[in-house]
């Protein structure tokens, strides 16, 4: 079945600093990928997609590339700040597999940002 | 414009009580879908509901756990007789119409507790 791997956490930087989290997938075709944030006492949001190979998502300063080769989607920023505090979740939804909300996740990994 | 409403935030049950977890989504929003996250792991799909249907319930497990979304009222997921591995963080997400991956909107959860 489908499953995806994240970088184990927690991660912290100080801020400016340079972020990269790890993310894996396995999955049959050509999955659409996602990366979700979810900031202290929120719900998860949508923080970038892509649903093609070598589709590069991007929002907030964060770029994800779809790496059909290597199975990855790493999340990166090349500069944080104390505000992008927050759990990262990497998700993905099956090619031809149901076309509603049906997520695989990874386990989430919690980033801390310093002043 | 109010995002998806879960309550309670936090719910502490003994083993064989009754956990219920209401989740009322997004105003306009008539599809609703509930994961949980136990610990150290990924978010996993439990029920996919639409009003007053059970679309698709393939990661709900086969005993103790219900999930309905009435024609009036909150979607609630039910678990009977709880047990300790029931400790977990339950989402519940919705969306305006299917097929709208980037269109699903999360709350912020229900952390129950088994004692």
């Known amino acids: 079945g489908d499953s995806v791997t994240q970088m184990e956490g927690p991660v912290t930087l100080s801020e400016e600093a340079f972020l990269t989290i790890n993310c894996t997938y396995t999955a049959t075709g050509y999955p659409s990928l996602f990366w979700y944030v979810q900031y202290p006492g929120e719900g998860l949001q949508l923080l970038l997609k892509a649903t093609k190979a070598d589709d590069k998502g991007s929002n907030k300063g964060f770029e994800a590339t779809y790496r059909k080769e290597t199975t990855s989607f790493h999340l990166e920023k090349g500069s944080v700040q104390v505000s992008d505090s927050a759990v990262y979740f990497c998700?993905?939804?099956?090619?031809?597999?149901?076309?509603?909300?049906?997520?695989?996740f990874g386990q989430g990994t919690i980033l801390t940002v310093h002043p | 414009n109010a995002g998806v409403m879960q309550n309670p935030r936090h719910l502490v049950r003994r083993r064989g009580q009754e956990a219920r977890l209401r989740c009322s989504p997004m105003?306009?929003?008539?599809?609703v879908y509930w994961y949980r996250q136990l610990p150290e792991e990924g978010l996993k799909f439990m029920v996919y509901l639409q009003k007053e249907n059970i679309i698709d319930e393939s990661g709900m497990p086969k005993e103790r756990f219900s999930a309905e979304f009435p024609k009036e009222g909150p979607s609630i997921l039910r678990i009977q007789q709880v047990v300790r591995g029931d400790s977990a963080a339950y989402f519940c997400?919705?969306?305006?119409?299917?097929?709208?991956?980037?269109?699903?909107?999360f709350g912020s959860g229900t952390q129950l507790s088994v004692l």
């Open positions: 997400a919705s969306s305006p119409q299917t097929a709208t991956n980037e269109k699903l909107f």
């Open positions: 105003k306009g929003h008539s599809h």
């Open positions: 998700a993905l939804i099956s090619a031809g597999g149901t076309s509603y909300g049906k997520l695989t």
